[in-house]
């Protein structure tokens, strides 16, 4: 079954600290993509970023990266010099077919940056 | 242009009350989407409709309702809600639920509390 983990359950750091939040998947498709989303505390889920399985070069935007490796099944990311608007939860997810497509959310992790 | 509008932003009814919940995406996106979210959970996935077609129900108990009137709208009607019920519902949508590449988009959310 596909599967996603996001170990880390709640983050604290203080401002300008880097900070990365991990995500491991199962899946067996050879072709998948892999996402995540950002949660502030008004409820919307932000689109971040999506990744397919054939690409495994790193992108970054800004204070954002992000690290594909299908060897240990990971897209972990990594917030650079965070900042207090960073607080938010983040989901990891991956696409999975059932006829349609569907997402598999991880359990999120809660970032939490103090000033 | 990637918004997806639902209205009403709250929502408070009795467990006899009959109430609606309504999403709006002008994106051109032919796939819509319900989600469920409990506090500290993931969301949970209610309904999809795939061009105005119902294509995916996870099990979903009758006293919610899906409705896609045309390829912009969709609602959720509600009827002998539960206090369990209460929760976050997410509208998002996608360009096509058919193709592994689709990102979905969501909505601020309506957030019920059933009294």
């Known amino acids: 079954a596909q599967k996603v983990t996001q170990a880390q359950t709640e983050i604290s750091v203080v401002e300008k600290e880097d900070v990365t939040l991990d995500c491991v998947y199962e899946t067996r498709d050879t072709t998948y993509y892999l996402f995540w989303y950002k949660q502030p505390p008004s409820g919307e889920l932000v689109f971040l970023i999506r990744?397919?399985?054939?690409?495994?070069q790193n992108e970054i935007s800004g204070r954002y990266s992000w690290n594909f490796q299908k060897s240990t099944s990971s897209f972990n990311f990594t917030i650079t010099a965070s900042q207090v608007v960073d607080s938010a939860v983040y989901f990891c997810a991956l696409s999975e077919f059932s006829g349609t497509y569907k997402y598999i959310f991880g359990t999120g992790t809660r970032l939490k940056v103090l000033a | 242009d990637t918004e997806v509008t639902q209205t009403p932003k709250h929502l408070v009814m009795g467990m006899t009350n009959k109430k609606s919940l309504k999403c709006e995406q002008h994106?051109?996106?032919?796939?819509m989407y319900w989600y469920k979210q409990k506090a500290k959970k993931p969301p949970e996935l209610m309904f999809v409709?795939?061009?105005?077609?119902?294509?995916i129900n996870e099990s979903v108990p009758s006293r919610f309702s899906p409705e896609c009137p045309n390829s912009s709208l969709l609602n959720l009607h509600l009827h002998a809600l539960q206090p369990e019920d209460s929760a976050l519902y997410l509208c998002?949508?996608?360009?096509?639920?058919?193709?592994?590449?689709?990102?979905?988009?969501f909505g601020p959310g309506t957030r019920l509390t059933v009294l």
């Open positions: 990744r397919n399985s054939f690409d495994e």
């Open positions: 409709y795939s061009y105005e077609k119902l294509s």
């Open positions: 994106m051109g996106h032919r796939a």
């Open positions: 998002a949508s996608s360009q096509d639920a058919a193709a592994s590449t689709d990102t979905q988009y």
